[in-house]
């Protein structure tokens, strides 16, 4: 389906109706940070803190390590035992692990069923997170909190990743529809930042209370669906189509008119080659059209079609794709680990508690808002810079944040939060350019969705870390930072170094070929 067989008003429609199901779905379960103090003041998991002496305190463990803490100061926000504390994390544990290992199946289901399922399956999932969430007071037979969060976090992406065909729906603006549905997402986070400020003013405004409140997401998903929006996915217009050579096409402010039979007839055979072959990647073949031309034009160090044409079995056998998927999985085992425990750490940096509430409250608000306001630079910088710059630069930066992560100062604290909530888009936008550039659109779901999947698995590696943490390092988070700052700096470093390496032999080759071409 093409955008200029759908009127436009409907699909401005469906933008608006994505974006906004985005901005309250996409991704709520990254707002952890926000959500855990509440969950330890609602006694969640404490029937399993025994008054024993096997059963250590998490505040006289900090106490022990760092110093004297009062117990009134260590009641802001903490767990009251460590076996407590673990029980959380585990909850954005699960619930980071499905996100990233549902890439892959949802890339599948979009290609066979189209966005309408995907979406329903999201609404689906919400649902079900819902109606645990509600009754997880009387649920005796599995853990509630924990598969009401994993369900949530099963939901989010289903119906955010089923949106991305919408940027073929204004072919022209289709960089700004991905943006914009990228914004929503990042904003998510802020959906439990605005429970907790509901649930300081009312404490009656338990988790139970929320969930029925939340109710209203799945439904608008469901209802958009059902009535919005459509059952294909829409599709990269043909060359022809967009350059008016074989008819002028209705533009987006025209009413729709018949089209002649023989570009109809080339629009019938042109859907029926690509109809659900990769959703994703023909997403964002028309973002990256005019990059492409660029490139071509420029002939600078660029590895924008390095593998492109390749079959997904061959490339996932080279190195651009095995060192990409271990430098995501580095990075996206840092990300999570630092936003399930980023109070705890500071809680010991700073020898208070405290401060690290303030410091936590800054980074409930700063990393919804910074991945909004990033993402316009983010996108300005992956425009304007060659693939291995961007590189460079993404593991330098994960490299201040490891080292500011390690230093007990408030300010520092401060500004490495600040420079995370803008870190964690810059890195995701980062790893779908590589994959759109390096590995191309025709396998940009398979193989996107598949470092994706291979990432979330190694993501349960947080349990350990946060075990280690707990046990063996006495709450002391700088021992473990130090080891995955110095593992960041060897893939990264080995990957950059790849990236520039065969980006030079692939752009010697290619003007090579460019010259030879010309001779003849």
């Not at 609602?42 to 009062?70: F, K, V």
């Not at 994960?398 to 803008?422: E, K, W």
Request: aromatic fraction near 14%.
């Amino acid at each position: 389906m093409f955008y200029f067989q759908v009127p436009r008003n409907k699909r401005l429609a469906q933008v608006s109706c994505a974006i906004l199901w985005c901005l309250f779905s996409g991704g709520p379960i990254f707002g952890f940070a926000a959500l855990k103090p509440i969950l330890v003041q609602q006694h969640i998991y404490e029937d399993i803190c025994p008054l024993t002496n096997s059963t250590t305190s998490l505040i006289d463990t900090i106490a022990q390590s760092s110093g004297s803490i009062s117990v009134q100061q260590g009641k802001l926000g903490l767990a009251k035992c460590t076996e407590q504390d673990l029980k959380l994390n585990m909850m954005f544990t699960v619930g980071a692990v499905l996100t990233n290992l549902t890439a892959l199946i949802i890339g599948r289901t979009l290609d066979s069923h189209g966005p309408r399922v995907c979406g329903l399956l999201g609404a689906c999932f919400l649902f079900i997170s819902c109606s645990i969430f509600i009754y997880s007071d009387s649920i005796t037979l599995f853990d509630p909190y924990l598969f009401g969060y994993g369900f949530m976090a099963l939901g989010g992406p289903f119906a955010y990743i089923s949106s991305f065909q919408l940027s073929n729906a204004f072919p022209k603006k289709s960089g700004s529809v991905l943006a914009l549905l990228t914004g929503a997402f990042d904003a998510s986070s802020a959906v439990f930042l605005f429970y907790q400020l509901s649930f300081l003013k009312d404490p009656a405004f338990t988790i139970q209370n929320f969930f029925k409140l939340y109710l209203v997401v799945p439904t608008f998903i469901t209802l958009a669906q059902i009535f919005v929006m459509e059952g294909d996915s829409y599709l990269t217009p043909p060359a022809a189509i967009m350059s008016g050579r074989s008819a002028p096409p209705p533009t987006e402010t025209t009413t729709l008119l018949p089209v002649r039979q023989s570009v109809a007839n080339e629009l019938e055979a042109v859907g029926s080659k690509f109809q659900r072959k990769d959703s994703l990647g023909d997403a964002m073949k028309t973002a990256y059209a005019e990059e492409a031309e660029e490139e071509a034009r420029k002939q600078t160090n660029s590895v924008f079609g390095i593998l492109h044409g390749f079959p997904s079995q061959y490339q996932f056998r080279t190195y651009w794709f095995l060192l990409m998927c271990l430098f995501s999985t580095i990075q996206m085992l840092r990300l999570n680990y630092f936003v399930a425990t980023v109070h705890s750490q500071y809680a010991y940096l700073f020898n208070s508690p405290e401060l690290a509430e303030k410091l936590n409250s800054i980074f409930d608000i700063a990393l919804p808002l910074g991945g909004v306001l990033s993402i316009p630079f983010v996108g300005l910088f992956l425009d304007h810079c060659p693939t291995i710059v961007v590189l460079t630069a993404l593991l330098v930066v994960s490299l201040i944040i490891g080292v500011l992560g390690l230093v007990g100062s408030f300010p520092l604290g401060v500004l490495n939060v600040l420079i995370f909530a803008a870190y964690r888009p810059f890195f995701y936008t980062t790893i779908s350019d590589y994959c759109a550039k390096v590995f191309g659109f025709e396998t940009f779901g398979t193989v996107y969705g598949a470092i994706m999947t291979i990432s979330g698995m190694f993501n349960f590696g947080q349990k350990f870390l946060d075990q280690a943490t707990h046990t063996t390092f006495k709450m002391n988070p700088v021992p473990l930072n130090i080891i995955l700052v110095l593992v960041t700096l060897v893939i990264g470093g080995i990957t950059c170094l790849y990236v520039q390496v065969q980006g030079r032999i692939y752009n010697q080759k290619k003007h090579q070929h460019q010259d030879n071409a010309t001779l003849t």
